[in-house]
Every structure is written in C-alpha cells, then in structure tokens.
C-alpha cells in the first residue's frame, strides 16, 4: 500500500539523499522542493482544490480536514460511514471504523451504513432499491442532527473494510446531500491515490470535493501527508492554525516529487489501470471457481477477496480469511488481511507475469485452506 514503486527505488532514494546534504527542517518556511510539490499537485487535483498543507501522517490529515470543516460552517457535526477508516486518534475513529477499546464516540459523529451491495444492510438489491442508504443517510443524519451541519466524510474505495466500490450514483448523491444542507463533502484518498487508474478516486465519479486528503504512496515510505482544499476554504484553513512541526519536511517533499515524476514519465497510472484489469478478471475467476469466496472486488490495484462460509448466505468468515492468510505466507506471498476480507494491491510497478505468479498461489493457498476446512 505505501510502497508502491517498491522498496529503495533508484530515483526517490537520490532525492531523499541528495535533500538530505541540504536542508532537512524549517518548519513552516517555505522550501523549493515543497513549491515545487504544490504546484505539481495543483496541476493535478480535481477542480480548484489547490490550496495545500503538509503533515505526517493520515490521522493529522484527517483531523486538520474535520477541524476546516468546522472552521468553514461553524458547525461541529458530520455525517461518516461504517467501515471506512480516517486513523486512529479519537476523531478519526469515530468517523468510521470504531474501536470498542477507545470508548464512547465523541458527540457530533454520525455512522451509517454505505452502499455496499454485496451485502446490503437493508436487505435491498441494487438498482431496484433507487440508492435507499443515501436517503436513509440523509433522514438519519436530520433527525440527529441539532442544527451544526458541518460535513460528510467518506473513502471513495474503501480501504480498512476491503476495497468496497459504490455504485456510480453514490458519491454524486453524497455532494448533493452535502450542498443541499451546506456542508463540506471530504474524501480520504490516502488509500486510493494513483493506485486506481488514475490521480483520484474521485475522478471515475465525476465527483469534485471540497476537501481531499492524500498520503501513503505518495512519499513511498517516507512519512508525508497532504489536506488539499478548494481556493474559497483558504481563510477557513488559515483559521486553523495548521502549522506542524515536521509537516512538509523537505526530504519527504523531495521524495513525492519523485514519486509524482516516476509515475507520470512511466505511465503508471495507466499502468494500474491495465493490471488492475486482469488482476480483477483473475480474482473473480478464482471467486467462482471456489465456494469459499463469495466476492472479489475492487478497482485498479485496489483489490479484496471476500470469505464466506457459503455464497448463498454470504455469511463472512474469519476462519477462512485467517487461515487463507497463514497459507499465502507459507508460500512465500504476503497479503493484506488476516479477518475474512483479504486485500490484494500488489505495487503499482508489478509486472503482469509477477502478479500472475501471485494470483497462482493465492488460487493454491485457497484450495489448501478449502480442503482443510472441509469445503471440498
């Protein structure tokens, strides 16, 4: 996920040394790597979200994105969906993926269901149910609401939960929700960015945010977060007081801007496109081939098996995901998981005769687990 050109990557580790030998922290001042990457980033964010402050990591973005937020309307209460994930710090959790050990969520946070069809909470089919969880969404956040409606935030791909797609009306129906009732639509694209096909998530939607949060490949290892907004939320951020100590140091600039050139001079956005096409065709060849799997999904090289006990209950089970896992690791292949939704996102510079190899043992770690759990 956050090495996705690889491991000491030729170009990234001169820039990081050649950054090094010069300067390594003036705080806020500004830097000509950090100008450097703001105006690449700006040449390639959707709309005119081209105002930018650094951080280290996703949580600090996520928290800066909720505090423009309250900063723009005033207000202090947002609408989150389950299974998405913003971080850990108190906020962060309770804008998705809670976590029964931090204790009650903080007031101001709403958690709904999103539109995963899969296994709707609603007992509904896709399209026949007119996208009921954006309406529900909508009357539930009112109900609760007292009147402080200051944002939605949501993962266009879902990261945490496995890489969960919407239909193509979701998010359009979030920014109407978001502009009918003057609130801030945010999309956390720390798991998505340049791994999909192209830039942003949000371009496959035709969706334009106003508030975007970017990090993990983006510094290839190299701690580095970016909060983009839209020209008009400039003074909400100043308002902020965004400042950080590390945020935008400038090894970790020069590292994105690495990162940025090899990806454009070797089309790898393309490149993730391509593969993640025949990566998506293979795993839903696997996926019908096996009881076990009830679902394979994604988009680019953001991709998730689902484990189920059978397909016709669609019932998870984290014994099969676990022991799927201890299989893949036995042969040598690493994958992202451990419960019973498995993520697969292999480096945006994999070769296709690379992943095929590892989509061979996944097959091979799957029918080991299914004869052992008595599928087969």
């Known amino acids: 996920m956050v090495a996705a050109l690889g491991h000491a990557h030729p170009r990234i580790t001169e820039a990081v040394a050649n950054q090094a030998g010069r300067l390594l922290n003036v705080r806020d001042f500004p830097t000509d790597v950090r100008v450097q990457l703001m105006e690449r980033l700006a040449a390639i964010t959707p709309g005119d979200l081209d105002v930018f402050q650094f951080f280290n990591t996703g949580t600090e973005a996520t928290e800066a994105a909720l505090r423009v937020a309250r900063a723009a309307t005033g207000n202090h209460e947002f609408l989150a969906f389950t299974g998405d994930y913003h971080g850990r710090t108190t906020s962060a959790i309770a804008t998705g993926m809670g976590n029964p050990a931090t204790g009650p969520r903080p007031s101001g946070f709403?958690?709904?269901?999103?539109?995963?069809?899969?296994?709707?909470?609603?007992?509904?089919?896709?399209?026949?149910?007119g996208m009921?969880?954006?309406?529900?969404?909508?009357?539930?956040?009112?109900?609760?609401?007292h009147g402080k409606l200051a944002g939605i935030i949501v993962e266009p791909i879902t990261n945490g939960s496995g890489a969960r797609t919407y239909p193509d009306e979701f998010l359009p129906r979030l920014r109407e929700i978001a502009d009918r009732h003057d609130m801030l639509l945010i999309f956390d694209e720390f798991a998505t960015f340049g791994r999909t096909g192209t830039w942003f998530a949000a371009e496959h939607y035709g969706v334009v945010p106003d508030v975007v949060i970017i990090g993990k490949m983006l510094g290839n290892g190299i701690p580095i977060s970016v909060l983009c907004v839209r020209e008009g939320l400039k003074d909400a951020l100043q308002e902020t007081q965004p400042s950080t100590t590390n945020g935008g140091q400038p090894a970790a600039?020069?590292?994105?801007?690495?990162?940025?050139?090899?990806?454009?001079?070797?089309?790898?956005?393309?490149?993730?496109r391509d593969l993640g096409e025949v990566s998506l065709e293979r795993l839903r060849r696997i996926r019908d081939a096996h009881p076990s799997v009830g679902d394979a999904r994604g988009r680019g090289l953001l991709l998730a098996l689902d484990f189920v006990t059978d397909k016709e209950s669609r019932q998870p089970s984290l014994e099969a995901g676990r022991l799927f896992y201890k299989n893949c690791l036995e042969r040598g292949l690493v994958v992202s998981g451990g419960g019973n939704v498995t993520r697969v996102?292999?480096?945006?510079?994999?070769?296709?005769?690379?992943?095929?190899?590892?989509y061979d043992i996944i097959e091979e770690a799957i029918d080991a687990m299914e004869r052992e759990l008595g599928y087969v």
């Open 110 to 129: 709403l958690t709904v269901p999103a539109a995963f069809c899969y296994r709707c909470e609603y007992k509904m089919t896709y399209p026949e149910c």
């Open 132 to 145: 009921h969880c954006t309406d529900f969404a909508e009357r539930l956040m009112l109900s609760n609401s």
């Open 253 to 272: 600039c020069a590292a994105a801007n690495a990162v940025l050139d090899t990806i454009a001079e070797e089309n790898l956005l393309d490149h993730a």
């Open 345 to 358: 996102c292999p480096p945006v510079v994999c070769s296709e005769e690379t992943a095929v190899k590892a």
